[in-house]
């Protein structure tokens, strides 16, 4: 009885071994789990990592420690709802045209969206959170979601505050994160999974007095600290934009958040406050992720979805396309690689899908603008990135269009809609963005080649919705009241576009201000009107033998935008 006893133990403690090892083997050869994080107006410095000695942010800074730090991380486009839809698209804002006042994005772009394409590839994919883009198939994309966001029916803290668990109305910080521990802990170990998080915060509550609310346990954290002022937020460099910046949202959400010592105060500390809640929940996963035994095989992204002013130029929100509105925190934690990394390459956005789909073994659509970023995180391939192009294309009157160009050293940005205003940047010797170097004659050259490189990524990262009006032409018609002739301005649109809901004609005295988009004889501004592509120029009287330059753009059936035509001359009658 004895020896047979002993026979079993040994027998025992042969077979552990072997299990052990082919469990180890099995977990090796499984494809990873996968986790992207993404936060709502968090800026590349809003991290400790990144030197912030005022921000609470341990489990983000594990992350960085131990994963792929990418140090000059942006977003192509700084607003959420563009920034996502790229995230989502592996495109441009240029290519998917989606932004707040457009219809739904394309169901072309969507179908090879990230998500959808792992679920269609044996992953199980969810999502909790801000999806911030218009689309009505998140069933195509997920087997698992809740899309929801800040309640903007409350202009108060119960715009954070209305979600339940069990009896108590938590936070969305704390809803969603707990939204994720549940996903986790209900996950079946031998299917990989890719569960996206949105997650609200920090985003202020734009409709609320406070703006800003947190988690009571982030009530102490700099409670005794008074926040230094913001940096280049002297009268000096509010008075150094042009006047439809001063004159714009940046400005005005300024005083709602900025424009007092009070308000300074409690705005940025509860902008860092809201940070830290996120970085809790992370820990909470992470800390399931352990319990479940799948913290070996999870791969870890992070990253905010555009960046954020602070006060800086006396400026709030995003948009524009400095430093602070365009760069972002990127991380890249895969626990199979042991070596950790700071890295300074041009990562985007746009990579981040081709980042997951190459985690999960799968080849990245042709259509996709963007690139993986694992062999960076591998140590094992030369990025090849020197120049990309930055933009923020939404035509809205109280924030001005721009785009432009960034390297690692320099950057050079316009205005849309007067491509006059010009700045160009050493970011080596200015990474504030303080001294603009566009007008100074000894860099004409440098910004001759930004200004045709920014041209040439827009023609390359266009596609054929993009594309401008065509067959423009100027037929003179005689005025049934001034008996005189004027011009009537004609053109087709372009073939992809099913009908035309509203056009901008713009008319220059010169060649030069054309190209600038500069209206100077006459800018029409948006006109809707559907499908009329005869218009008669309304516009004062042209001189008689004067050459003038027009060109025109439109907006389609679902208020997407296309590029302006080619400039053409006509001389006046």
């Known amino acids: 009885m004895r020896s047979r006893i002993s026979c079993i133990i040994i027998l025992i403690l042969c077979i552990l071994p072997i299990k052990a090892q082919k469990t180890q083997n099995e977990q090796k050869n499984q494809k990873p789990n996968i986790i992207f994080i993404l936060t709502d107006d968090q800026r590349f410095d809003a991290l400790g990592y990144a030197g912030n000695k005022l ?41 998917h045209s989606f932004n707040f006042q457009t219809g739904n994005i394309r169901e072309s772009y969507m179908t090879d969206s990230y998500p959808r394409i792992l679920k269609e590839n044996g992953y199980k994919t969810a999502f909790f959170g801000k999806y911030g883009v218009k689309y009505k198939g998140l069933d195509k994309q997920f087997d698992e979601f809740e899309s929801y966001d800040r309640n903007n029916k409350f202009k108060d ?19 969603t994160g707990q939204r994720a521990i549940d996903y986790i802990e209900n996950t079946n170990n031998n299917e990989p999974f890719c569960l996206s998080l949105s997650f609200s915060a920090p985003h202020a509550h734009d409709g609320a007095k406070d703006q800003y609310f947190w988690q009571q346990e982030s009530n102490t954290l700099l409670e005794n600290i008074k926040i230094p002022p913001a940096k280049i937020s002297d009268d000096t460099y509010f008075e150094a934009q042009p006047k439809f910046v001063r004159d714009g949202f940046n400005r005005l959400r300024w005083t709602w958040r900025y424009d007092t010592p009070e308000k300074y105060q409690h705005s940025v500390k509860g902008y860092y406050r809201m940070i830290a809640g996120v970085d809790r929940e992370i820990t909470k996963i992470r800390e399931q992720l352990k319990k479940k035994g799948l913290d070996k095989n999870t791969v870890i992204i992070l990253m905010g979805d555009n960046g954020y002013f602070l006060g800086e130029r006396q400026l709030a929100g995003k948009w524009l396309l ?15 690689i042991k070596s950790q990394e700071d890295s300074d390459v041009l990562a985007l956005n746009i990579d981040v899908p081709a980042t997951i789909l190459d985690l999960a073994g799968l080849k990245k659509p042709g259509s996709w603008q963007g690139k ?122 372009p073939e992809k576009i099913s009908s035309q809901t509203a056009y901008q004609i713009v008319v220059s005295s010169s060649e030069e201000n054309s190209i600038n988009n500069i209206g100077d004889v006459w800018d029409s501004k948006k006109v809707k009107i559907e ?43």
């Open 372 to 493: 993986s970023l694992m062999p960076v995180a591998a140590k094992n391939n030369n990025f090849n990135r020197d120049t990309v192009l930055i933009e923020h294309l939404w035509e809205f009157k109280d924030i001005p269009p721009s785009e432009g160009v960034r390297t690692k050293d320099w950057k050079y940005f316009r205005y849309v809609n007067d491509q006059s205003f010009e700045e160009l940047y050493d970011l080596n010797d200015d990474p504030q963005e303080i001294n603009n170097l566009a007008k100074d004659p000894f860099h004409l050259n440098r910004l001759k080649t930004f200004r045709k490189k920014t041209n040439e990524l827009i023609v390359e990262l266009s596609d054929e919705y993009s594309q401008g009006p065509k067959g423009l032409q100027v037929v003179f018609k005689t005025n049934v009241e001034t008996k005189s002739p004027r011009p009537n301005y004609e053109w087709v649109k």
């Open 157 to 175: 803290r119960r715009g954070y505050y209305f979600k339940t668990l069990g009896k108590d109305t938590v936070h969305l910080t704390r809803y």
């Open 531 to 573: 499908n009329n592509s005869v218009i008669e120029h309304v516009q004062g009287d042209l001189k008689r033998g004067t050459t003038y330059f027009w060109k025109v753009r439109i907006w389609d059936q679902d208020n997407r935008l296309s590029s302006y035509s080619r400039s053409y001359s006509f001389v006046a009658k």
């Open 322 to 336: 400095y430093d602070n509105s365009v760069r972002v925190p990127l991380i890249v934690y895969d626990p199979r």
């Open 55 to 95: 921000i609470s942010t341990p489990e983000m800074d594990k992350l960085a420690e131990e994963g792929t730090y990418f140090k000059k991380a942006m977003v192509t486009t700084p607003i959420c709802a563009a920034s996502r839809a790229s995230i989502l698209t592996g495109l441009y804002e240029r290519t």
